[in-house]
């Protein structure tokens, strides 16, 4: 089946600093990919989808400063947190699906909890 | 806007039971749905999706129902196993989008 995956898992980071997660399609391409961002006991939030070759479309009330996406191949999304701060502690998922339309199902990674202190 | 939620936050079941998860929708123009099971810190995992021309799929020890009249989907889920117990969420996919919208999620708790 289709495998996502991220990396790290976990972070933990001091406030002001940046961490980059990594997102990877391992047997399939992705031309589209989407990061998620869930608080603890609630639901998905979709931020961003991250599109190979231009530039992402965030959706609205997301910074496109402080999360930045790069989606430099058909394989990997990177969405990086800039300046991170306490409130930015969260889990961030991403997912893709294989066919490119929206009537297939997304694959999720098993995401990355960020601490930041 | 328009959102996915759910009734109930949390549904407890004695093992071997039929479980039954239920998801309101509110875009009359989505054609699409998910069921996602997320267990503890991990993403979410495709259970079973149904595409708006249809009103049941069956897979595995799992039923999806669609009513569009009162935008209802549900979930069953046959001889609940303690390796059910995990947080489902429904989701749709719009007509004119390949955005993932989330429900707000319920908790099945399996007791023995």
């Known amino acids: 089946g289709a495998v996502v995956s991220q990396h790290p898992s976990r972070v933990i980071c001091k406030s002001g600093t940046s961490v980059k997660i990594e997102c990877r399609s391992l047997?399939?391409?992705?031309?589209?990919m989407f990061w998620y961002r869930q608080f603890p006991k609630q639901s998905l939030m979709l931020m961003a989808t991250s599109n190979e070759g231009s530039k992402a479309t965030y959706e609205q009330g997301v910074e496109k400063d402080k999360f930045l996406i790069n989606h430099a191949s058909l394989t990997l999304s990177t969405l990086t947190v800039t300046s991170a701060h306490p409130e930015d502690s969260s889990f961030y998922i991403c997912?893709?699906?294989?066919?490119?339309?929206?009537?297939?199902?997304?694959?999720f990674g098993n995401g990355t909890r960020l601490t930041v202190t | 806007g328009e959102s996915v939620g759910l009734h109930l936050p949390t549904l407890s079941v004695q093992e071997g039971d039929n479980s039954i998860i239920n998801c309101a929708y509110s875009n009359s123009a989505s054609d699409y749905f998910i069921w996602y099971k997320q267990e503890s810190g991990k993403g979410p995992q495709f259970i079973i999706d149904?595409?708006?021309?249809?009103d049941k799929r069956q897979g595995q020890r799992v039923t999806v129902l669609l009513n569009k009249t009162v935008k209802h989907l549900s979930l069953q889920i046959a001889a609940t196993q303690p390796g059910d117990s995990a947080v489902y969420f429904c989701?749709?996919?719009?007509?004119?989008?390949?955005?993932?919208?989330f429900g707000t999620g319920t908790r099945l708790q399996v007791f023995p």
């Open positions: 997912s893709a699906r294989v066919s490119g339309t929206g009537d297939s199902p997304l694959h």
């Open positions: 149904i595409r708006s021309n249809m």
């Open positions: 047997d399939f391409q992705a031309t589209t």
């Open positions: 989701a749709e996919n719009g007509l004119r989008t390949d955005k993932l919208i």
